[in-house]
């Protein structure tokens, strides 16, 4: 049974930085795409990162280009989703997921499994 939790969030002001990790149990990952996504309050859940764990490719949303980045530690099998220069609208619930497809999808029907998520605030 795939088994992933978040860990990492808080408070933070904006312009800081965080690090969400999601740890992953179940299964050898190695095939898997694991992502990242966010859900705030009254909108819908987005697509933050995606990494295909074997190759390493990411993609990344155009609103986190450049501030986040998403990696993985295949000893702890872990996925990292680094934050920097945090904005209070990057305030939300991050769910980690996974999906046993290797591609990147953006589309969170496209995932299998769920975390229960983590949540992020960010104050001005």
Do not use: H
């Not at 800081?16 to 179940?26: N, P």
């Not at 990292?80 to 609208?89: F, H, I």
Request: hydrophobic content about 35%.
């Amino acid at each position: 049974q795939v088994q992933l939790v978040e860990s990492g969030g808080g408070l933070v002001q904006a312009g800081g930085s965080l690090r969400l990790s999601c740890a992953a149990s179940g299964r050898t990952f190695s095939g898997y795409t694991m992502g990242w996504f966010r859900q705030a309050p009254g909108k819908e859940r987005e697509f933050v990162a995606a990494i295909i764990w074997s190759a390493g490719l990411t993609a990344y949303a155009d609103a986190v280009k450049g501030r986040f980045t998403i990696s993985r530690d295949n000893a702890k099998s872990t996925v990292y989703l680094q934050m920097n220069s945090l904005q209070p609208e990057d305030t939300a619930n991050y769910y980690c997921t996974a999906t046993a497809r290797f591609v990147l999808p953006r589309n969170s029907r496209q995932y299998d499994y769920w975390g229960q998520g983590t949540q992020v605030t960010v104050s001005s």
